[in-house]
């Protein structure tokens, strides 16, 4: 079972995660600390004490925006120990992400916490911590897997190296499948289920009905693999599903395309193509 420290200076924040965490069944303690000083302190009590003791730590939720040093800047300073607590960051902000699974976070989640969210990033938690135990996972204690596949609503995404897409594919045809690492867990997400891709530097989000992920692949790649899967370059930001466009719009000549509830900006170099593009495939 799980040793938690949750450090975040917003006391009622604090409690409520506290409460959360030791609702859970894999959660075996789980302790507070208002800043990242109390917080280094015990971590440092932690590992001279070794991982079978009595103060021992397993894992870190920890807040970024916080006074004095931030959760990043705590992140860092774990990184330099041979053998630190794994890192879930938990946030109201999701701008940090490409930051956060650099420095080899789990799990980044967004606030305000739910239940079901936290409950997964504890999951990915359990599993990584038995595996280096050498110990084989048990199901949870409530006989409920809060983890399974698929996307997980409100996770702003997971950096993903490694090969671009799996699947057992005929010659000439784009694999089915991209992998998605978050914390050594690999998934795989159906290339049908993405909807439409955002550009964030060298990374890449993708947008499902049911959430996002964050690979570490630029767009101009994806795009190129991706052309006969139907997938579309509106703007140098977005790579879009043509099947997955519900409305295209031409406002005081500014296009836009609404993909569910999104709204995306189309470039002028893009427009007609895509207007061509869109009549094409409504034609069947």
């Known amino acids: 079972m799980l040793r938690v420290l949750a450090v975040d200076d917003e006391k009622p924040a604090l409690g409520e995660l506290l409460y959360l965490l030791r609702s859970d069944p894999r959660v075996r303690s789980a302790d507070g600390a208002t800043d990242a000083t109390e917080a280094l302190r015990r971590i440092s009590r932690a590992l001279d004490a070794g991982?079978?003791?009595?103060?021992?730590?397993d894992v870190v939720f920890l807040d970024i925006h916080m006074a004095g040093l931030t959760g990043l800047d705590v992140a860092r300073l774990l990184a330099e120990f041979a053998r630190p607590p794994l890192i879930v960051f938990v946030t109201a902000h999701e701008?940090?992400?490409?930051?956060?699974?650099?420095?080899?976070?789990?799990?980044?989640?967004?606030?305000?916490?739910r239940r079901e969210r936290l409950a997964e990033a504890v999951r990915r938690v359990s599993d990584l911590t038995a595996v280096a135990r050498g110990v084989r996972q048990s199901p949870p204690a409530n006989g409920v897997d809060t983890g399974g596949g698929g996307a997980v609503p409100d996770r702003p995404g997971s950096a993903a190296t490694g090969p671009l897409v799996t699947g057992s594919t005929a010659p000439g045809t784009a694999p089915e499948q991209i992998p998605v690492e978050l914390g050594g867990v690999t998934r795989?997400?159906?290339?049908?289920?993405?909807?439409?891709?955002e550009a964030q530097g060298?990374?890449?989000?993708?947008?499902?009905?049911?959430?996002s992920h964050l690979v570490r692949i630029p767009l101009s790649t994806l795009e190129e693999?991706?052309?006969?899967?139907?997938?579309?370059?509106?703007?140098?930001?977005?790579l879009v599903a043509?099947?997955?466009?519900?409305?295209?719009r031409?406002?005081?000549?500014?296009?836009?395309?609404?993909?569910?509830?999104?709204?995306?900006?189309?470039?002028?170099?893009?427009?007609?193509?895509l207007r061509d593009l869109l009549m094409r495939h409504a034609r069947g």
């Not at 991982?51 to 730590?57: A, L, Q």
């Not at 795989?188 to 891709?197: C, L, N, R």
């Not at 043509?242 to 295209?248: A, C, F, M, N, P």
Request: proline share 3%; glycine share 8%; charged share 25%.
């Open 202 to 211: 060298d990374y890449a989000r993708l947008h499902t009905a049911e959430g």
């Open 188 to 197: 795989f997400v159906p290339i049908d289920e993405i909807a439409y891709v």
């Open 250 to 273: 031409l406002d005081a000549g500014a296009t836009t395309v609404r993909v569910g509830t999104a709204e995306l900006a189309v470039s002028r170099r893009h427009a007609r193509q």
């Open 242 to 248: 043509l099947g997955r466009i519900d409305e295209l």
């Open 225 to 238: 693999r991706w052309a006969s899967r139907g997938f579309v370059r509106i703007h140098r930001s977005h």
């Open 95 to 113: 701008g940090f992400a490409v930051q956060a699974f650099d420095l080899k976070a789990v799990d980044y989640v967004l606030k305000p916490v």
């Open 51 to 57: 991982p079978d003791g009595e103060d021992g730590i």
